[in-house]
């Protein structure tokens, strides 16, 4: 089900001042990431970098570490903000991390610029690893 436009007006705003916390000194690309639970919660994260680049955490992979710590399970969309003319969606890592928690969840992303992004996680990572392999 499609995020309804009051939902996506307060996860933007979530994502960019979740983007203006971004720790980026070496690749100097904000990411801010705003993760809504099927109860209304939202939670965000943004990217930080590690001297040691294998370290750096991705803001979609943060918001959902958020959200996994706060006990909740349940996901109706995650917006991706970067700060670049147009927008982008999640790395390949923050796909993986995304199946394993929400197999069915609307992926929006936004930028500076007037295009958006807005697919399902299956698009993004067809004939996908996940639990379902597992059981």
């Known amino acids: 089900m499609p995020t309804s436009d009051s939902k996506l007006a307060s996860l933007e705003q979530a994502a960019r001042d979740a983007a203006r916390n971004a720790w980026c000194p070496y690749s100097r690309f904000p990411v801010g990431a705003a993760l809504l639970a099927v109860d209304g919660r939202i939670f965000t994260g943004c990217n930080v970098e590690n001297a040691s ?21 349940e996901f109706e969309s995650l917006l991706v903000f970067t700060a670049t003319p147009q927008p982008t969606a999640p790395c390949g890592a923050c796909r ?11 992926i929006i992303s936004l930028c500076d610029g007037p295009d958006k992004i807005r697919v399902s996680i299956g698009d993004l990572l067809p004939l996908s690893f996940g639990p379902h392999n597992l059981s």
């Open 53 to 73: 680049y294998g370290l750096t955490i991705c803001a979609e992979r943060n918001a959902f570490g958020q959200a996994i710590a706060a006990g909740c399970r």
């Open 96 to 106: 993986q991390v995304i199946i394993e928690f929400a197999p069915d969840i609307e």
